[in-house]
């Protein structure tokens, strides 16, 4: 089945880290970016991070920048994010997704259920 | 602060033909892409590039781009069209960026 699945989301204190796992399943996982997306509570959608298909090129939101890192693993068909000295406003569901990139073109092609991440003392 | 802007809610009558915008410097020179997002569900693409719907996506979604602004039109509205639609760019770094998204209530 074409899916991507999330996991790893959970309650952390102020200052705490994560690590959000995404396994991939149902297409050659290797050819495609990938990206995290997050939405806040009642909020709208903020894309977070990507990384292209070999992991040699990624990009992060300002916001997230020097604490969060995506990565991945093509032998496990893994897409990971490392968040670290998380603050309360990066309570969301985190969802990862498939990337289709091409020249002016850039689509979330596919989408998990996503996994909660709540920051909270 | 969001380089897209998108109307916070629009409402149509079931039946009938809606545009939902978004605006943005971005739209000049990238493509937008569309998301439909129902409650308690992830987003779904329903239109991206030049006005390509992804399988599945009925055709009475069509988009187009003028100048700075991308629009997302549904002709004939139906009741589980009913949603909240974000429309995506690219910001000054060439990375993705999310309009604050269109709440579109159908009467």
């Known amino acids: 089945e074409l899916q991507v699945v999330e996991s790893g989301g959970g309650v952390v204190r102020p200052g705490g880290s994560l690590r959000l796992s995404c396994v991939a399943s149902?297409?050659?996982?290797?050819?495609?970016?990938m990206s995290w997306v997050r939405q806040a509570p009642g909020k709208g959608l903020e894309w977070v991070a990507n990384?292209?298909?070999?992991?040699?090129?990624?990009g992060h939101v300002g916001s997230v920048k020097g604490r969060f890192t995506i990565s991945r693993d093509n032998v496990k068909n893994s897409l990971y994010l490392e968040m670290n000295r998380l603050r309360v406003e990066d309570t969301a569901l985190y969802y990862c997704?498939?990337?289709?990139?091409?020249?002016?073109?850039?689509?979330?092609?596919?989408w998990g259920q996503g996994t909660m991440v709540t920051v909270s003392s | 602060s969001s380089e897209v802007t998108q109307d916070p809610a629009v409402s149509v009558a079931l039946g009938q033909t809606v545009t939902i915008t978004c605006q943005g410097d971005?739209?000049?020179?990238?493509?937008g892409s569309w998301y439909q997002q129902k409650p308690g569900q992830a987003p779904v693409v329903v239109l991206y590039?030049?006005?390509i719907r992804p399988s599945g996506i009925p055709d009475r979604f069509s988009g187009s781009t003028s100048g700075n602004t991308a629009s997302l039109t549904i002709a004939g509205a139906q009741a589980e069209d009913e949603a909240d639609y974000y429309c995506?760019?690219?910001?000054?770094?060439?990375?993705?960026?999310f309009g604050g998204g269109t709440k579109l209530t159908v009467l």
């Open positions: 149902g297409f050659t996982f290797e050819d495609y970016g």
């Open positions: 997704t498939r990337d289709v990139r091409s020249g002016d073109k850039y689509v979330f092609d596919m």
């Open positions: 995506n760019s690219r910001d000054g770094s060439a990375n993705p960026v």
């Open positions: 990384i292209n298909w070999n992991g040699d090129s990624s």
């Open positions: 971005s739209l000049r020179t990238y493509y």
């Open positions: 590039g030049n006005n």
